[in-house]
């Protein structure tokens, strides 16, 4: 809440030094209680686990099939899963590097073209 004199000050234009508190939200940590996985659940994350895929990346293919309501998880589903997120953020990389360095040539052919002009 805002005290009187902050809210006075706020309407009527006038700056004060009034500082509001924030608070910074905390990531949860990707470790759920045990409980949370299913013994099928963790057949498939030490399989996962064992091809060199992260703990986070497991933890997000298998809540990915909870969320959606599959029963059947299995370490090649899940596999397959995060190598097709990881090669879409592989593609976002690259789509951002040709967006930049296409609005860098704007940039430039516009300097360009503004000195030619002078």
Same mark, same amino acid.
């Given at each position: 809440?805002?005290?009187?004199?902050?809210?006075?000050?706020?309407?009527?234009?006038?700056?004060?030094?009034?500082?509001?508190?924030?608070?910074?939200?905390?990531?949860?940590?990707?470790?759920?209680? +045990?409980? @949370?996985?299913?013994?099928? $659940?963790?057949?498939?994350?030490? #399989?996962?686990?064992?091809?060199?895929?992260?703990?986070?990346?497991?933890?997000?293919?298998?809540?990915?099939?909870?969320?959606?309501?599959?029963?059947?998880?299995?370490?090649?589903?899940?596999?397959?899963?995060?190598?097709?997120?990881?090669?879409? +953020?592989? @593609?976002?990389?690259?789509? $951002?590097?040709?967006?930049?360095? #296409?609005?860098?040539?704007?940039?430039?052919?516009?300097?360009?073209?503004?000195?030619?002009?002078?």
């Amino acid at each position: 809440k805002l005290s009187k004199a902050t809210n006075d000050s706020v309407y009527s234009g006038k700056k004060t030094s009034f500082s509001p508190k924030v608070k910074v939200k905390q990531e949860k940590p990707m470790n759920p209680p +045990q409980d @949370e996985f299913s013994y099928q $659940d963790r057949q498939a994350m030490n #399989s996962l686990r064992e091809m060199g895929f992260t703990n986070r990346e497991i933890e997000q293919a298998i809540r990915n099939f909870h969320s959606n309501n599959t029963n059947e998880i299995d370490a090649d589903t899940c596999m397959m899963w995060i190598i097709g997120q990881r090669e879409e +953020q592989e @593609e976002a990389k690259k789509m $951002d590097a040709a967006r930049a360095h #296409s609005e860098l040539l704007q940039h430039e052919a516009a300097e360009a073209c503004q000195k030619a002009t002078q």
